[in-house]
């Protein structure tokens, strides 16, 4: 045929269009078929048991290895007549006038090893609020040429139209109450406060030569004040509750005690009742808990394991005698659906 | 005032290309679709003079020139003089009364705005300018691209935002600027431009691709009558008013004037497509002016002048005249040849589809004829039986009606994006709830009493507690930016990058589907459907040139009781290898004749060996017989090697042949004598020349099914030959000799059911004197007037009788290579095949047994509107009545067919039921009050032949399956006739690499055999629709794992829409983390090799019955990611709310990153897991991703656990899942587990191409049971057959070319009856 097909297709013609050989287009590349069958799904589960018992006994003794006081102290750090309804709780906490110092005493149940990690815990407190995370100037934070990037942070990014640093919410609300700890009467315990927070927060996050200005000048305090000699870098409680918390309950490194606590020793903490969880319902507890491999005290990761291990084990062993009575229809045409149903057509 | 309609009717042209705001009085712009009211002004075409034509265009040109010039003196002038100068441009002479394009801008001018005039006026001169430049450029060139340079990017933008899935997200990008949004904007801007980025690059190479077709069209050459000679100039070069020659099968380059052909009385006959179909051809005829000018000489003296109108998209008109030697000569359609090529019509431009209107429904009844060629088109016109004609062009490029034409059609979707579609909705649904939730919580939560909030008295709205309605409302806004996850934007991206690469580097270079005699890749016209092709259910298929080759082979014989002819069909080789034995390529004979019409080997009767067989008298009638009763017409030369037989159905050519190669040459016919040279009749060697008398030829037709010629050998003997179906020439045997009969009733047997058409032949000795006084009765009959017909067969019978039989011929209606095959490996794979044919019955009924569509088993419903009743009615000529009949006659047997079928479906083991139609009574069954019962009834058969329909009728059958029935239905042709067909079904699928071109431009996917079908289907259909269904299941899944992790964490955050994970994660966890290797899987996925899948078509049902793509398969995806995000949030928040090792506590970002993690690792991981095949690609991509995140993070504790925690659910349920409810091919998955998988296109390669596969498909037959067959296939209603001899007007022949030549040489005579 002559015309326009042919020369169309132009030299192409002459040659063959027989399609080149190759594993990629004829679908051909080597491959390997994991198939789940009943002997791979019994051996990954026994192999799942086998690994997960042993990791999750590991990590609940290593759990359990931990020892943790915990005290809950918001309600009874209030004198008692003020502790009746929400509004006079709030009433004495926002009286700047009234005293707020408290002291509680914990026992330690067993011996706790340095370093003993002192954190306090919010309970029912949004950290992870969308208008809570945004209201924060990470720029600001990080360089002093950007004082006045603050438009993130409303409603606490000026007062009396100068810019606050560190400016936003989460600034502002910075957590105030303060412990001081005492053994055994009057045996005072010091708390280093150095390094509890994140080294990128203070190397990246948090200037060196950013300083606080015009913080908690307001009409209203949210929260602590900080000192404005030193730099954000340097305002480790700062980074710490700026980091926010992923939930809404959550604990926060205060400090850490470095010396041995023996059990039964009684730990008087005086503290400084300052921050209003009142008025939102909120809990204040004050912890002190060691650390091992496995962090702090977390059941969760052994009870896991263990019973995931468990019902692998569990179904690895229904399987196989499931497996052993029942022949697996794999493998058997005769389970093809057209040789058990022939269809009407 | 001629010159300026001439620049009139130029500027149209340019004036539609680009501006539709510039408008003309002289012309009205020409939209495409529709017919448009013909433009009051027409043009003129200077012939064979380029200048002249040239001037036109040059006037057209200077004239832009001057006004763009003057224009931009106008610029520089003073405004105060602008309305001077304007008025005096007006006035100036140059053409005379100028268009006026510029009433816009001028009008602007007066307003003296100067600034925007300025620039109105500059855009206009540049138009101008381009216009003006171009027309002269583009000439005969066309370009069916969709964009150029300028225009693509807002027109590709356009284009991709189109789709609803973009245009939400470019929503949600615009959202997500606002202070609302809880995301940075970069999280939704950066997929969408990802996505954009793709598509548009795919848009891109497409576009090239389409413009590099253009361009080799474009490039294709033609004969151009320069000076005295022709030269070879490209198409495009091609002007108005060229005189231009075009050979034998060549292309019309343009829409040409007619003017002279090598043919003697004017005519050529062109090929076009067209109600009748097939490859029919037409006659044009040209002026007998215009008859002379052939050579080049004489044509360079032709100077004429058209006038015709303008350029419009009506097909069947044409007016204008020719003005030649000062004599105007009207034109007419009969003299146009219209240009027909449009490679291009690649992959969006379709011609508009033939078989839906605009509602949906489907066009029925007999008054639909008439529309419904408005919309067929004569897409392929080429010459034909012409040598060359000479013809003058009067349309070039654009301006041709075929291209006004070209429209853009949608493009089909597939069935399963469709669903996809619903499933985004559900998605939509899900996120409208989860929003809905979320506000009203963030409604209810907002409280001042969260004073470290902020939430002072002027808080903006969004957390203002005095306002909670519109908290509500904003709140919703935020979480809908917040959970656009949930709607996947990588997933179109990603489905149609996987379904590009499986059709252009799987299909178009599969191996197995490449067609080495004609040198025909597979290819994949539309990259839209490769799913759909493997979930088709209903196959209808043509059958000459898809199913046949249209070839008729003299293949076997029987005389006097023996067989005769070694040749083994296709369908008897896959039954002896069934049985065991293995029947190789048959040894060939030294000194085999093989021409076309024979293909038989058997030295006992070739060379004059046939007188040492045991009954030479026999043979030598059968070989007479075969060479004087016939109504062949010998053309050419009188030698044996170059005669040419013209018969009106290949089967006598071949019988004709088989004689001449038995040594009985038939060489010449006058009315009265038959000429035969006969070879070895009397003694080996001796060649005598004998003539017969033909006394009578007694016609066949499809009542008597016979044929007889009564003739006078010369030495006085008086014999009669008939040949005819085995019933009929049974019946009329003479008694005794009932061995002979049995044995040759069994051969009959024999052949039928190896395919192959039969026919006995017999003879009858007459005595002079009974002769005689038949004759007279003959004579008598032959002059009635009267019942003619009728009288005449009854005479027939008088003397057809007491017949001797000789024997039987069988002959092979050539199926395509593998065809049999191919359709038990379909059937068994549970897709129905249809075949819909314009030929008769009878051959529609062979064919079908010979592919093992039907056999003896099964039960035949046959309407027809061959019965008694309807003959009578039509005879009586009321055309009411015969309809009223007919549809009667069709409601009646519909009705009993129906009650018959659904008893045999009750019953456990009733016979398989086939439904035979013909196209008569589909027009009556596909009757709205009928075509439920039609649809009831040919859904219970298991193959349904409709014969005799036109394509329209293919067409309304095809929708019929595709809307009643909601089937996914697949065309198969491979002619113009069956591009209706091929565009209404699902997926249409065109047979390339022969001649035609109309049905592979109309196609999806083209292949060049039908064979290669089931490779399309069960490998590749098949792969495509598993790897598309876990593609969509999988990114449904995984988004909404990730979203529902978002909304856990959100009942944690007071519903205030704060977002879990970092902006870049989310970002990126759809266009990076989990989408390339889904989009391996989509690539490489297998769960059988393709082997197998050939070899177990079964595993194909589970696509029909949509098995992996169904309401509760996307239950269970949903199932586990609820479960999955539920352990992904709790035990990553649970496990990281204890300190770390050294006393810190995880912020909110190292949560998400820890959680973010392990969703990543976990999804990958189950991609692992649904992996049917993990290539070296697989494991590249895997770990590639796990790697990053590897290294950022060492919580390896939870890190191990929350992954198998969380695909504990999933691994339990695949397991079992394969282990108690396997689908078929996780079966034979394991059958075949321990066979290496070998590469057979490596055998492919090395062996050379064209056996394997035959062996594999062989191979695949022989494991079939099956029924021996009683049919017996009468031969002797082969296309065209008929019609030679039917002397009714309107009989539905598909015409052949020589066919169509030939009576168009007989026109004359053919309107008379037959004379003896």
């Given at each position: 045929m002559a015309g326009p097909s042919s020369a169309a297709a132009g030299s192409a013609d002459r040659n063959s269009n027989r399609p080149k050989y190759s594993q990629f287009s004829q679908q051909e590349l080597s491959a390997c078929q994991p198939i789940v069958t009943p002997k791979l799904v019994i051996t990954v589960f026994t192999v799942i048991g086998i690994i997960f018992i042993p990791l999750g006994i590991a990590s609940l003794s290593a759990s359990n290895d931990v020892v943790e006081i915990s005290d809950r102290y918001e309600t009874e750090c209030i004198p008692a007549e003020n502790r009746t309804t929400k509004d006079a709780k709030i009433q004495f906490i926002q009286n700047s006038q009234s005293d707020k110092t408290c002291t509680r005493s914990l026992t330690v149940p067993k011996h706790m090893k340095p370093p003993i990690y002192v954190y306090y815990q919010l309970d029912n407190y949004y950290q992870n609020h969308r208008r809570y995370v945004k209201s924060i100037s990470d720029q600001q934070l990080r360089s002093p040429g950007s004082e006045n990037d603050t438009s993130s942070c409303k409603p606490e990014n000026e007062e009396n139209g100068a810019s606050i640093v560190p400016c936003g919410l989460i600034a502002w609300s910075l957590f105030n109450d303060t412990y001081s700890f005492t053994r055994n009467n009057n045996v005072s315990l010091t708390v280093n406060k150095t390094d509890i927070s994140w080294k990128s927060d203070r190397e990246h996050k948090f200037g060196k030569d950013v300083y606080p200005k015009n913080f908690q000048n307001g009409s209203l305090i949210g929260g602590a004040t900080l000192k404005s000699s030193i730099p954000l870098s340097g305002q480790e409680d700062l980074m710490v509750w700026m980091r926010t918390a992923a939930m809404p309950t959550f604990r926060k490194l205060y400090g850490r005690i470095e010396v041995d606590l023996q059990a039964n020793d009684v730990i008087e903490v005086s503290l400084n009742n300052t921050y209003n969880v009142y008025s939102f319902n909120g809990k204040k507890s004050i912890v002190l808990s060691t650390a091992n491999w496995i962090g702090g005290k977390n059941d969760f990761l052994g009870v896991a394991y263990i019973t995931v291990g468990a019902i692998c084990f569990f179904l690895a062993a229904c399987f196989t005698y499931i497996y052993l009575k029942k022949p697996s229809r794999l493998q058997d045409p005769s389970y093809l659906t057209w040789n058990t149903n022939p269809g009407p057509l | 005032m001629r010159g300026w309609e001439k620049v009139g009717s130029s500027r149209s042209n340019l004036d539609r290309a680009g501006s539709t705001a510039t408008t003309n009085r002289i012309t009205s712009t020409v939209r495409l679709g529709r017919v448009e009211p013909q433009a009051p002004g027409h043009r003129t075409i200077f012939c064979n003079d380029r200048e002249a034509n040239f001037l036109v265009r040059f006037k057209v040109l200077s004239f832009h020139l001057y006004k763009s010039l003057a224009l931009l003196c106008l610029l520089y002038a003073d405004s105060?003089?602008?309305?001077?100068?304007?008025?005096?441009?007006?006035?100036?002479?140059?053409?005379?009364?100028?268009?006026?394009?510029?009433?816009?801008?001028?009008?602007?001018?007066?307003?003296?705005?100067?600034?925007?005039?300025?620039?109105?006026?500059?855009?206009?001169?540049?138009?101008?300018?381009?216009?003006?430049?171009?027309?002269?450029?583009?000439?005969?060139?066309?370009?069916?691209?969709?964009?150029?340079?300028?225009?693509?990017?807002?027109?590709?933008?356009?284009?991709?935002?189109?789709?609803?899935?973009?245009?939400?997200?470019?929503?949600?990008?615009?959202?997500?600027?606002?202070?609302?949004?809880?995301?940075?904007?970069?999280?939704?801007?950066?997929?969408?431009?990802?996505?954009?980025?793709?598509?548009?690059?795919?848009?891109?190479?497409?576009?090239?691709?389409?413009?590099?077709?253009?361009?080799?069209?474009?490039?294709?050459?033609?004969?151009?009558?320069?000076?005295?000679?022709?030269?070879?100039?490209?198409?495009?070069?091609?002007?108005?008013?060229?005189?231009?020659?075009v050979k034998q099968d060549g292309f019309f380059p343009a829409d040409l004037l007619f003017l002279a052909s090598t043919n003697p009385d004017g005519v050529c006959y062109i090929e076009t497509a067209n109600l009748d179909g097939e490859t029919n051809l037409k006659i044009r005829k040209a002026l007998e002016k215009t008859w002379d000018y052939l050579t080049p000489d004489k044509a360079s003296e032709f100077k004429g002048e058209i006038q015709c109108e303008q350029p419009n998209n009506s097909l069947y008109t044409f007016t204008g005249n020719l003005i030649i030697q000062k004599q105007t000569i009207p034109l007419t359609p009969n003299q146009v040849l219209l240009r027909d090529f449009v490679l291009s019509v690649m992959l969006e431009k379709r011609i508009p589809r033939a078989s839906e209107d605009c509602n949906g429904e489907m066009v029925l009844g007999p008054d639909d004829r008439e529309t419904s060629i408005g919309h067929i088109l004569e897409v392929g016109c080429s010459l034909r039986n012409t040598e060359y004609i000479v013809g003058a062009v009067i349309f070039t490029g654009q301006e041709t009606k075929v291209m006004m034409n070209s429209m853009n059609v949608p493009s089909k979707r597939s069935t399963l994006e469709r669903k996809l579609d619903k499933l985004i909705l559900t998605l939509f649904g899900a996120l409208f709830l989860m929003c809905l939730i979320g506000a009203i919580g963030s409604a209810i939560f907002i409280n001042r009493k969260y004073f470290y909030l902020g939430l002072t008295a002027d808080v903006e709205d969004q957390f203002n507690p005095d306002n909670r309605f519109l908290v509500f409302i904003l709140t919703f806004l935020t979480l809908i930016t917040l959970y656009s996850t949930i709607i996947p934007i990588s997933l179109y991206v990603s489905i149609e990058m996987i379904k590009f690469i499986q059709s252009t580097q799987f299909i178009n270079k599969d191996l197995h589907m490449y067609h080495v005699e004609t040198n025909t890749p597979a290819s994949a016209r539309t990259s839209n459907l490769n799913e759909e092709l493997g979930q088709v259910e209903y196959i209808f298929s043509d059958k000459t040139g898809t199913l046949t080759r249209n070839l008729m082979e003299f293949f076997k014989c029987s005389i006097g009781g023996e067989v005769y002819g070694t040749g083994i069909t296709e369908i008897e080789r896959g039954a002896a290898q069934r049985n065991g034995g293995n029947v190789g390529k048959a040894q060939k004979s030294p000194g085999l004749v093989h021409e076309k019409g024979f293909n038989f080997d058997d030295a006992r009767l070739m060379c004059g060996a046939w007188r040492n067989e045991p009954n030479p008298d026999t043979c030598k009638e059968f070989f007479r017989c075969l060479a004087i009763c016939h109504t062949v017409l010998p053309e050419g030369e009188e030698s044996p090697e170059k005669i040419a037989y013209q018969a009106a159905s290949p089967d006598e050519a071949a019988l004709v042949t088989a004689a001449k190669i038995f040594g009985f040459f038939f060489y010449r016919r006058t009315p009265t004598m038959i000429h035969v040279c006969e070879s070895h009749v009397e003694k080996m060697g001796k060649v005598e020349d004998m003539s017969y008398e033909i006394l009578n030829v007694l016609e066949f037709n499809s009542t008597r099914k016979r044929q007889s010629v009564v003739c006078r050998y010369p030495n006085g003997r008086i014999v009669l030959y008939c040949k005819g179906a085995d019933t009929v020439i049974y019946e009329r045997l003479a008694d005794g000799g009932n061995e002979l009969k049995n044995i040759t009733r069994e051969h009959l047997e024999q052949f039928g059911s190896a395919g192959l058409r039969t026919l006995c032949l017999a003879y009858r000795d007459l005595s002079s004197s009974s002769y005689e006084s038949w004759n007279e009765k003959f004579i008598q009959a032959?002059?009635?007037?009267?019942?003619?017909?009728?009288?005449?067969?009854?005479?027939?019978?008088?003397?057809?009788?007491?017949?001797?039989?000789?024997?039987?011929?069988?002959?092979?209606?050539?199926?395509?290579?593998?065809?049999?095959?191919?359709?038990?490996?379909?059937?068994?794979?549970?897709?129905?095949?249809?075949?819909?044919?314009?030929?008769?019955?009878?051959?529609?009924?062979?064919?079908?047994?010979?592919?093992?569509?039907?056999?003896?088993?099964?039960?035949?419903?046959?309407?027809?509107?061959?019965?008694?009743?309807?003959?009578?009615?039509?005879?009586?000529?009321?055309?009411?009545?015969?309809?009223?009949?007919?549809?009667?006659?069709?409601?009646?047997?519909?009705?009993?067919?129906?009650?018959?079928?659904?008893?045999?479906?009750?019953?456990?083991?009733?016979?398989?039921?086939?439904?035979?139609?013909?196209?008569?009574?589909?027009?009556?069954?596909?009757?709205?009050?009928?075509?439920?019962?039609?649809?009831?009834?040919?859904?219970?058969?298991?193959?349904?032949?409709?014969?005799?329909?036109?394509?329209?009728?293919?067409?309304?059958?095809?929708?019929?399956?595709?809307?009643?029935?909601?089937?996914?239905?697949?065309?198969?042709?491979?002619?113009?006739?069956?591009?209706?067909?091929?565009?209404?079904?699902?997926?249409?699928?065109?047979?390339?690499?022969?001649?035609?071109?109309?049905?592979?431009?109309?196609?999806?996917?083209?292949?060049?055999?039908?064979?290669?079908?089931?490779?399309?289907?069960?490998?590749?259909?098949?792969?495509?629709?598993?790897?598309?269904?876990?593609?969509?299941?999988?990114?449904?899944?995984?988004?909404?794992?990730?979203?529902?992790?978002?909304?856990?964490?959100?009942?944690?955050?007071?519903?205030?829409?704060?977002?879990?994970?970092?902006?870049?994660?989310?970002?990126?966890?759809?266009?990076?983390?989990?989408?390339?290797?889904?989009?391996?899987?989509?690539?490489?996925?297998?769960?059988?090799?393709?082997?197998?899948?050939?070899?177990?078509?079964?595993?194909?049902?589970?696509?029909?019955?949509?098995?992996?793509?169904?309401?509760?398969?996307?239950?269970?995806?949903?199932?586990?990611?609820?479960?999955?995000?539920?352990?992904?949030?709790?035990?990553?928040?649970?496990?990281?709310?204890?300190?770390?090792?050294?006393?810190?506590?995880?912020?909110?970002?190292?949560?998400?990153?820890?959680?973010?993690?392990?969703?990543?690792?976990?999804?990958?991981l189950r991609l692992l897991l649904m992996c049917n095949s993990i290539t070296k690609w697989h494991y590249n991509n895997e770990f590639f991703t796990i790697y990053v995140l590897m290294s950022t993070i060492c919580f390896y504790l939870t890190f191990l656990l929350v992954p198998i925690a969380a695909l504990f659910g999933d691994f339990i349920f695949q397991g079992v899942q394969r282990w108690f409810f396997p689908y078929d091919y996780q079966i034979v998955q394991e059958i075949h587990r321990h066979e290496p998988e070998h590469s057979s296109s490596m055998q492919l390669l090395e062996m050379g191409p064209p056996l394997s596969p035959d062996e594999a498909r062989s191979y695949a037959i022989a494991q079939l049971p099956r029924e021996k067959s009683r049919h017996t296939g009468f031969a002797f209603d082969s296309p065209g057959y008929e019609s030679f001899f039917a002397s009714q007007a309107g009989v539905y022949v598909p015409q052949k070319a020589w066919d169509v030549a030939r009576r168009a040489s007989m026109r004359s005579r053919s309107k008379l009856p037959p004379k003896s």
């Amino acid at each position: 045929m002559a015309g326009p097909s042919s020369a169309a297709a132009g030299s192409a013609d002459r040659n063959s269009n027989r399609p080149k050989y190759s594993q990629f287009s004829q679908q051909e590349l080597s491959a390997c078929q994991p198939i789940v069958t009943p002997k791979l799904v019994i051996t990954v589960f026994t192999v799942i048991g086998i690994i997960f018992i042993p990791l999750g006994i590991a990590s609940l003794s290593a759990s359990n290895d931990v020892v943790e006081i915990s005290d809950r102290y918001e309600t009874e750090c209030i004198p008692a007549e003020n502790r009746t309804t929400k509004d006079a709780k709030i009433q004495f906490i926002q009286n700047s006038q009234s005293d707020k110092t408290c002291t509680r005493s914990l026992t330690v149940p067993k011996h706790m090893k340095p370093p003993i990690y002192v954190y306090y815990q919010l309970d029912n407190y949004y950290q992870n609020h969308r208008r809570y995370v945004k209201s924060i100037s990470d720029q600001q934070l990080r360089s002093p040429g950007s004082e006045n990037d603050t438009s993130s942070c409303k409603p606490e990014n000026e007062e009396n139209g100068a810019s606050i640093v560190p400016c936003g919410l989460i600034a502002w609300s910075l957590f105030n109450d303060t412990y001081s700890f005492t053994r055994n009467n009057n045996v005072s315990l010091t708390v280093n406060k150095t390094d509890i927070s994140w080294k990128s927060d203070r190397e990246h996050k948090f200037g060196k030569d950013v300083y606080p200005k015009n913080f908690q000048n307001g009409s209203l305090i949210g929260g602590a004040t900080l000192k404005s000699s030193i730099p954000l870098s340097g305002q480790e409680d700062l980074m710490v509750w700026m980091r926010t918390a992923a939930m809404p309950t959550f604990r926060k490194l205060y400090g850490r005690i470095e010396v041995d606590l023996q059990a039964n020793d009684v730990i008087e903490v005086s503290l400084n009742n300052t921050y209003n969880v009142y008025s939102f319902n909120g809990k204040k507890s004050i912890v002190l808990s060691t650390a091992n491999w496995i962090g702090g005290k977390n059941d969760f990761l052994g009870v896991a394991y263990i019973t995931v291990g468990a019902i692998c084990f569990f179904l690895a062993a229904c399987f196989t005698y499931i497996y052993l009575k029942k022949p697996s229809r794999l493998q058997d045409p005769s389970y093809l659906t057209w040789n058990t149903n022939p269809g009407p057509l | 005032m001629r010159g300026w309609e001439k620049v009139g009717s130029s500027r149209s042209n340019l004036d539609r290309a680009g501006s539709t705001a510039t408008t003309n009085r002289i012309t009205s712009t020409v939209r495409l679709g529709r017919v448009e009211p013909q433009a009051p002004g027409h043009r003129t075409i200077f012939c064979n003079d380029r200048e002249a034509n040239f001037l036109v265009r040059f006037k057209v040109l200077s004239f832009h020139l001057y006004k763009s010039l003057a224009l931009l003196c106008l610029l520089y002038a003073d405004s105060e003089d602008s309305a001077k100068f304007q008025a005096g441009h007006n006035a100036s002479p140059p053409p005379p009364p100028p268009p006026p394009p510029l009433e816009e801008g001028e009008s602007c001018w007066k307003e003296s705005h100067v600034p925007r005039a300025w620039l109105r006026v500059l855009r206009d001169v540049v138009k101008r300018l381009i216009f003006s430049l171009t027309s002269g450029v583009r000439g005969n060139s066309i370009s069916t691209t969709k964009y150029n340079v300028l225009t693509f990017l807002p027109k590709g933008l356009f284009e991709q935002f189109r789709r609803v899935a973009n245009l939400y997200f470019l929503t949600i990008s615009i959202l997500s600027t606002t202070p609302i949004s809880p995301v940075s904007p970069i999280t939704n801007v950066a997929p969408l431009s990802l996505v954009l980025l793709v598509s548009l690059i795919k848009e891109a190479f497409e576009d090239w691709k389409r413009f590099q077709n253009d361009m080799a069209i474009n490039n294709a050459s033609i004969d151009v009558l320069q000076g005295h000679k022709w030269v070879e100039i490209p198409w495009r070069k091609l002007q108005v008013g060229d005189i231009v020659k075009v050979k034998q099968d060549g292309f019309f380059p343009a829409d040409l004037l007619f003017l002279a052909s090598t043919n003697p009385d004017g005519v050529c006959y062109i090929e076009t497509a067209n109600l009748d179909g097939e490859t029919n051809l037409k006659i044009r005829k040209a002026l007998e002016k215009t008859w002379d000018y052939l050579t080049p000489d004489k044509a360079s003296e032709f100077k004429g002048e058209i006038q015709c109108e303008q350029p419009n998209n009506s097909l069947y008109t044409f007016t204008g005249n020719l003005i030649i030697q000062k004599q105007t000569i009207p034109l007419t359609p009969n003299q146009v040849l219209l240009r027909d090529f449009v490679l291009s019509v690649m992959l969006e431009k379709r011609i508009p589809r033939a078989s839906e209107d605009c509602n949906g429904e489907m066009v029925l009844g007999p008054d639909d004829r008439e529309t419904s060629i408005g919309h067929i088109l004569e897409v392929g016109c080429s010459l034909r039986n012409t040598e060359y004609i000479v013809g003058a062009v009067i349309f070039t490029g654009q301006e041709t009606k075929v291209m006004m034409n070209s429209m853009n059609v949608p493009s089909k979707r597939s069935t399963l994006e469709r669903k996809l579609d619903k499933l985004i909705l559900t998605l939509f649904g899900a996120l409208f709830l989860m929003c809905l939730i979320g506000a009203i919580g963030s409604a209810i939560f907002i409280n001042r009493k969260y004073f470290y909030l902020g939430l002072t008295a002027d808080v903006e709205d969004q957390f203002n507690p005095d306002n909670r309605f519109l908290v509500f409302i904003l709140t919703f806004l935020t979480l809908i930016t917040l959970y656009s996850t949930i709607i996947p934007i990588s997933l179109y991206v990603s489905i149609e990058m996987i379904k590009f690469i499986q059709s252009t580097q799987f299909i178009n270079k599969d191996l197995h589907m490449y067609h080495v005699e004609t040198n025909t890749p597979a290819s994949a016209r539309t990259s839209n459907l490769n799913e759909e092709l493997g979930q088709v259910e209903y196959i209808f298929s043509d059958k000459t040139g898809t199913l046949t080759r249209n070839l008729m082979e003299f293949f076997k014989c029987s005389i006097g009781g023996e067989v005769y002819g070694t040749g083994i069909t296709e369908i008897e080789r896959g039954a002896a290898q069934r049985n065991g034995g293995n029947v190789g390529k048959a040894q060939k004979s030294p000194g085999l004749v093989h021409e076309k019409g024979f293909n038989f080997d058997d030295a006992r009767l070739m060379c004059g060996a046939w007188r040492n067989e045991p009954n030479p008298d026999t043979c030598k009638e059968f070989f007479r017989c075969l060479a004087i009763c016939h109504t062949v017409l010998p053309e050419g030369e009188e030698s044996p090697e170059k005669i040419a037989y013209q018969a009106a159905s290949p089967d006598e050519a071949a019988l004709v042949t088989a004689a001449k190669i038995f040594g009985f040459f038939f060489y010449r016919r006058t009315p009265t004598m038959i000429h035969v040279c006969e070879s070895h009749v009397e003694k080996m060697g001796k060649v005598e020349d004998m003539s017969y008398e033909i006394l009578n030829v007694l016609e066949f037709n499809s009542t008597r099914k016979r044929q007889s010629v009564v003739c006078r050998y010369p030495n006085g003997r008086i014999v009669l030959y008939c040949k005819g179906a085995d019933t009929v020439i049974y019946e009329r045997l003479a008694d005794g000799g009932n061995e002979l009969k049995n044995i040759t009733r069994e051969h009959l047997e024999q052949f039928g059911s190896a395919g192959l058409r039969t026919l006995c032949l017999a003879y009858r000795d007459l005595s002079s004197s009974s002769y005689e006084s038949w004759n007279e009765k003959f004579i008598q009959a032959k002059s009635s007037l009267r019942d003619r017909e009728k009288k005449l067969d009854e005479v027939a019978e008088l003397i057809e009788k007491d017949l001797t039989l000789i024997g039987c011929t069988a002959i092979e209606d050539k199926l395509q290579e593998g065809v049999p095959s191919c359709i038990e490996t379909l059937s068994r794979a549970g897709i129905k095949i249809w075949v819909l044919t314009g030929d008769k019955m009878e051959t529609a009924i062979n064919i079908a047994y010979a592919c093992s569509l039907i056999n003896n088993d099964m039960k035949q419903f046959i309407i027809s509107s061959e019965s008694n009743e309807i003959r009578e009615a039509e005879n009586r000529g009321d055309q009411v009545e015969v309809a009223r009949i007919i549809k009667d006659s069709v409601r009646k047997e519909l009705k009993k067919y129906l009650e018959e079928a659904q008893q045999y479906l009750r019953t456990v083991s009733g016979p398989k039921l086939a439904l035979l139609i013909d196209g008569k009574c589909l027009m009556y069954a596909l009757d709205p009050t009928l075509r439920g019962m039609l649809l009831n009834l040919s859904l219970n058969c298991t193959s349904v032949v409709c014969c005799r329909v036109s394509p329209l009728q293919k067409a309304q059958v095809t929708s019929l399956v595709k809307k009643g029935a909601r089937k996914i239905t697949l065309s198969i042709g491979d002619g113009a006739n069956d591009v209706s067909m091929i565009q209404a079904a699902h997926v249409g699928v065109g047979i390339s690499g022969l001649e035609g071109m109309q049905a592979v431009m109309a196609s999806d996917f083209a292949i060049a055999q039908f064979r290669f079908l089931s490779d399309l289907l069960l490998v590749h259909g098949r792969w495509s629709y598993h790897r598309i269904c876990k593609v969509i299941t999988y990114f449904f899944y995984k988004n909404l794992t990730f979203t529902l992790t978002q909304f856990w964490f959100n009942f944690q955050t007071g519903f205030s829409g704060q977002r879990f994970y970092d902006d870049w994660f989310q970002s990126l966890y759809n266009v990076i983390f989990t989408a390339l290797p889904v989009v391996i899987l989509g690539l490489f996925d297998k769960d059988v090799s393709a082997k197998l899948s050939k070899k177990y078509p079964e595993l194909y049902k589970e696509g029909i019955r949509n098995a992996f793509f169904k309401k509760r398969v996307v239950g269970i995806w949903a199932f586990f990611s609820f479960h999955q995000s539920l352990v992904f949030y709790f035990f990553v928040s649970t496990s990281s709310s204890s300190s770390q090792k050294s006393g810190k506590m995880f912020g909110h970002w190292d949560v998400s990153t820890m959680a973010f993690t392990c969703a990543v690792v976990t999804v990958n991981l189950r991609l692992l897991l649904m992996c049917n095949s993990i290539t070296k690609w697989h494991y590249n991509n895997e770990f590639f991703t796990i790697y990053v995140l590897m290294s950022t993070i060492c919580f390896y504790l939870t890190f191990l656990l929350v992954p198998i925690a969380a695909l504990f659910g999933d691994f339990i349920f695949q397991g079992v899942q394969r282990w108690f409810f396997p689908y078929d091919y996780q079966i034979v998955q394991e059958i075949h587990r321990h066979e290496p998988e070998h590469s057979s296109s490596m055998q492919l390669l090395e062996m050379g191409p064209p056996l394997s596969p035959d062996e594999a498909r062989s191979y695949a037959i022989a494991q079939l049971p099956r029924e021996k067959s009683r049919h017996t296939g009468f031969a002797f209603d082969s296309p065209g057959y008929e019609s030679f001899f039917a002397s009714q007007a309107g009989v539905y022949v598909p015409q052949k070319a020589w066919d169509v030549a030939r009576r168009a040489s007989m026109r004359s005579r053919s309107k008379l009856p037959p004379k003896s």
